[in-house]
């Protein structure tokens, strides 16, 4: 079946240190790998995404690199920022992007 | 990116009574839009699909009688909770794609407390 594992929280950082929130996936096929943010009390925004193997999505300064060898989709950013304090939750999307799996989620709390 | 609002953001309720919350798409024609719960600290679970004008597929284990889904039009579905308990207190969370997206767009979410 389809399913997403990522790391477990909360990871606590100190502002300007460098963040991976690790992220594998089990799928049949060719899934799109995606990393989602929740900040408190709103929904999910679309942080990046990767459809095919090798691709690397990033947005403000987070990056991620499909992985097919290792069916991975780390999530990395060089330097956090406290306003990076939020939940993070890595998806795969089969379908035609019709059903989405998600991982369980990664609260991050970004220290000054 | 296109935008996904709903309504109401957070709503409490009497034990027994029904709730209805609208998943609207404001700039673009959703052809199917989603409704998934959220459970404190859980990720997301997938409730329902509904495309426009059809029955929604409900996703094993949820109960089509008690979350009724209505997608009307290709920018309005709406997820009503009939005869909510308190152990529908969740976190409700829509979201929409269209035939020239390919991705889901999703809504800020309604918080549902039963009393």
């Known amino acids: 079946g389809n399913s997403v594992t990522q790391m477990e929280g909360p990871v606590t950082l100190s502002e300007e240190a460098f963040l991976t929130i690790n992220c594998t996936y089990t799928?049949?096929?060719?899934?799109?790998l995606f990393w989602y943010v929740q900040y408190p009390g709103e929904g999910l925004q679309l942080l990046l995404k990767a459809t095919k193997a090798d691709d690397k999505g990033s947005n403000k300064g987070f990056e991620a690199t499909y992985r097919k060898e290792t069916t991975s989709f780390h999530l990395e950013k060089g330097s956090v920022q406290v306003s990076d304090s939020a939940v993070y939750f890595c998806a795969l999307s089969k379908d035609n992007f019709n059903k989405f799996y998600f991982g369980s989620g990664t609260k991050l709390n970004v220290k000054p | 990116g296109a935008v996904v609002s709903q309504h109401p953001s957070w709503v409490i309720c009497k034990s027994g009574t029904s709730v209805k919350i609208e998943c609207r798409s404001l700039d673009f024609q959703a052809t199917t839009m989603f409704w998934y719960r959220q459970f404190p600290k859980q990720s997301l679970m997938l409730m329902a699909t509904?495309?426009?004008?059809?029955?929604?597929?409900?996703e094993q284990g949820v109960e089509k009688d008690k979350f009724l889904i209505n997608h009307a039009s290709l920018t309005l579905s709406t997820l009503t909770v009939t005869s909510a308990h308190p152990e529908d207190s969740s976190f409700y969370i829509c979201s929409a794609s269209g035939n020239s997206y390919n991705e889901q767009f999703f809504g800020p979410g309604t918080r549902l407390t039963v009393l």
């Open positions: 509904s495309n426009e004008g059809s029955k929604a597929t409900y």
């Open positions: 799928a049949t096929g060719y899934p799109s």
